[in-house]
């Protein structure tokens, strides 16, 4: 059985990452996690660059033996743009030597892997952000149909979110229109719902967790035949 370690580095209120990262990775998982510091309301572009420069800080003190690096910060990603976020991913690549997956960037990848497109997209975010998405796909050919969002103005209002609202959310966004389903940020908790919105959509659907541990395995070059890519699309 594939056993990995994964160094995690998430926003200090994340309390859904850790949890449900290793539900996405097959094999028996380790999460190494590290916490980044940032205030009680939503990440702006303003707060990025100490974000990251926090984040690189935290990730040198990974252990030596992890195997790779997932960079769970959504909405960073996202405001940073895809330049901003392939740097930050380079900077930690340097910091540990590991392979690093950003969350945003295996959103993009994950996607276009299984050809989704005219996205309904479920978010927690500020319009500032959304639109920071919707730019992030469309660097890289993605559109957005239909995006909808729980607007949560404080880290307090995004912890409160539950997992049958997001299926609720997701239901009443995704229409036959869509040629995919993204719900968007790692706080979200969608591992106990991808299953029942997959057997209710023919279109792809995927979260930020559930695309990052794709990604992750991918990376890690773990064996396909295990979990086939129809299964998480279907």
Known sequence: MTSTKIGLLVPVNNTTMEHELPQFVRGDVEICLRRIPRGKGTLSKEDVPA??????????????????????CTAAGFLSGPSGDA????????????????TARAMVDTLTEVGANDLAVVTP???????????????????????????????EQLGQIKADEVKAQANATMGDDCGGLFIACSQ?????????????????????ISATGHQIEKALGLDADERKLSEHAS
Do not use: C, M
């Open 87 to 102: 740097e930050i991913a380079q900077l930690l690549a340097e910091a540990t030597g590991k392979p690093v997956i950003t």
């Open 188 to 208: 979200l908790p969608t591992a106990s719902i991808l299953a029942d919105l997959r057997g209710a959509n023919t279109a792809p659907v995927w979260s930020s």
């Open 125 to 155: 975010y500020r319009e500032v952000v959304n639109s920071q998405l919707r730019e992030f796909l469309a660097a890289s050919g993605i559109r957005v149909s239909r995006l909808e969002t729980f607007g949560a103005e404080t880290t």
């Open 51 to 72: 974000y990251k420069a926090a984040a690189v800080e935290l990730a040198r003190g990974f252990d030596k033996d992890i195997d790779v690096v997932a960079y769970g």
